[in-house]
C-alpha cells in the first residue's frame, strides 16, 4: 500500500490508502479522491490548477522537470515545496508525504 497524508482546503488533514500497482498521477489520484482539482490541462503541466506544496517526503519524489518548474514559476503563491500533482507518479516514494492543496 502507499499511504500518505492530504491536507485539504479546509486544512483537515486526511489520509489517503492506495494500491501499489495503479499507473496513475498523484493528480488523477487526487481527482479520483473528490479532490478539486480542474485538471484542465490533462496533466500536461500547462494549466497549474493541480498546484500543490509537498511538506514531508519532498526528497524522496525526484526533481521537478524543467517544464514543471517553469509553470511554477508563473505562479505568484509558489513556495519552495510547490509541485504540479500531474507531474508526481503514484509510487512508493509517496509514502509518508504530507501534500497540501493549493489549486
Ligand atoms: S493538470 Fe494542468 S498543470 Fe497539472
Known sequence: MIIF???????ELQTL???????????????ASEYPIAA???????CATCHIEVLKGAEKLGPPTDAELDM?????????H??????IRLGE????AVIVLKG
Open 82 to 87: 510547490s509541485r504540479l500533482a500531474c507531474q
Open 5 to 11: 497524508d492530504v491536507r485539504n482546503a479546509a486544512g
Open 40 to 46: 484542465t490541462c490533462g496533466g500536461m503541466a500547462l
Open 93 to 96: 516514494q509517496l509514502n509518508g
Open 72 to 80: 511554477i514559476d508563473t505562479l505568484p503563491h509558489a513556495t519552495a
Open 17 to 31: 490508502e492506495l494500491p501499489t500497482d495503479i499507473n496513475l498521477s498523484l493528480m488523477e489520484v487526487l481527482k
